[in-house]
């Protein structure tokens, strides 16, 4: 199959402290993987790798054929990589509509015309009523689904997501899955999604990748996965 992320022996230390320790990974085009792991054990480190936010120490990882020791992360967006991040990035004084066109700009010299294709990825996410809003109403919920239709006006190839469910409520957590599952499903993007959520991840992933203290202990299917004796272990304590 057609491999879009490989990364092979790949480390990271800050200060001392291994992060990722000769970690390799390969990832097939429209393929949805889930990571998981306990804090601290490498997860957002890895991620941060591929967005070429930090160079690792060692190794090598390729994102969609392209060295990310060589690549930014401006590189790397252009290719066609969408990212949410853990917290929530938002211009609150620019509307909702606004927030999304950004997106857009990256291919479209055209505001106006960005903003309407804006408006329109909002309805997908079921925003269109707030795309006027000021988007520092929205709440946590609605905050999520504005940066879902952001990183889908990218167009993107490869979505990296960073725990975002955390401080959602289970119905909406099961809402976003659904939103996302029919995008997928319209765009053959490729996923890595990096959640505390376990059941969840069971439920939506095609595979699941586990980190303990730095180096990948799991890969496998979801619900072989989360039942191996050592991923019970260092990430269940049972």
């Given at each position: 199959m057609d491999r879009v992320i490989r990364i092979h022996n790949v480390s990271k230390s800050f200060g001392g402290i291994r992060a990722l320790d000769s970690v390799s990974l390969e990832v097939s085009r429209g393929e949805v993987v889930g990571l998981i792991g306990p804090n601290g054990s490498g997860k957002t480190t890895l991620l941060s790798i591929l967005r070429g936010i930090i160079r690792p120490d060692s190794g090598r990882a390729e994102i969609l054929g392209?060295?990310?020791?060589?690549?930014?992360?401006?590189?790397?967006?252009?290719?066609?990589?969408?990212?949410?991040?853990?917290?929530?990035?938002?211009?609150?004084?620019l509307s909702v509509a606004e927030n999304v066109a950004l997106a857009i700009a990256g291919y479209l010299d055209d505001p106006q015309y960005a903003e309407l294709l804006a408006i329109e990825y909002l309805k997908e996410v079921g925003l269109g009523g707030k795309a006027l809003e000021r988007a520092g109403r929205l709440n946590r919920y609605e905050t999520r689904l504005m940066e879902i239709a952001r990183a889908m006006?990218?167009?993107p190839r490869?979505?990296?997501?960073?725990?975002?469910?955390?401080?959602?409520?289970?119905?909406?957590?099961?809402?976003?899955?659904?939103?996302?599952?029919?995008?997928?499903?319209?765009?053959?993007?490729?996923?890595?999604?990096?959640?505390?959520?376990?059941?969840?991840?069971?439920?939506?992933?095609?595979?699941l990748v586990v980190l303990n203290a730095g180096s990948i202990i799991a890969d496998g299917e979801p619900r072989r996965v989360i039942m191996d004796e050592r991923v019970r272990k260092a990430y269940l304590g049972v």
């Open positions: 392209v060295d990310v020791r060589r690549a930014g992360a401006d590189r790397i967006a252009r290719l066609g990589v969408a990212s949410i991040y853990q917290f929530p990035r938002v211009i609150r004084d006006a990218m167009r490869i979505l990296l997501f960073d725990e975002l469910l955390s401080g959602l409520s289970e119905s909406e957590q099961w809402l976003v899955r659904e939103t996302i599952e029919t995008y997928l499903a319209q765009s053959g993007a490729t996923m890595i999604w990096v959640e505390h959520a376990i059941g969840f991840l069971v439920e939506s992933v095609d595979r």
